[in-house]
């Protein structure tokens, strides 16, 4: 069984940063994709970012230029640099790993920007 455990998520304030880490448990081999989704208070879980097992990456639009999407593939590991938050940015994050077909969701961690 293939276990997210995140850290990092917290309250700043606007402009601020913040980064959140991911570590995949329980897999004998290197998940194809990790990244970060998140969820804001009565929409959709939305894709931030992800990284393959060969370092492609992909945002979203809102966040280019401000998260940067990093991976430690010998310790399974992603970790989401963010900088310059704004109040938008307040959601609840989750961090996924696909192994194989099968995707594993952590429980996500809040992330609060307000001033």
């Known amino acids: 069984q293939v276990q997210l455990v995140e850290s990092g998520g917290g309250l700043v304030q606007p402009g601020g940063s913040l980064r959140l880490s991911c570590a995949a448990s329980?897999?004998?081999?290197?998940?194809?994709?990790m990244g970060w989704y998140r969820q804001a208070p009565g929409a959709q879980r939305e894709l931030v970012a992800t990284?393959?097992?060969?370092?492609?990456?992909n945002y979203a639009d809102s966040v280019k230029g401000r998260f940067t999407i990093s991976r430690d593939n010998a310790k399974n590991t992603v970790y989401l640099q963010m900088n310059s938050l704004k109040p938008d940015d307040t959601a609840v994050y989750y961090c996924?790993?696909?192994?194989?077909?099968?995707?594993?969701w952590g429980q996500g961690t809040q992330v609060t920007v307000s001033s």
């Open positions: 996924n790993a696909l192994v194989g077909r099968i995707g594993f």
């Open positions: 329980g897999s004998i081999f290197s998940p194809y994709v």
């Open positions: 990284m393959t097992s060969g370092r492609i990456t």
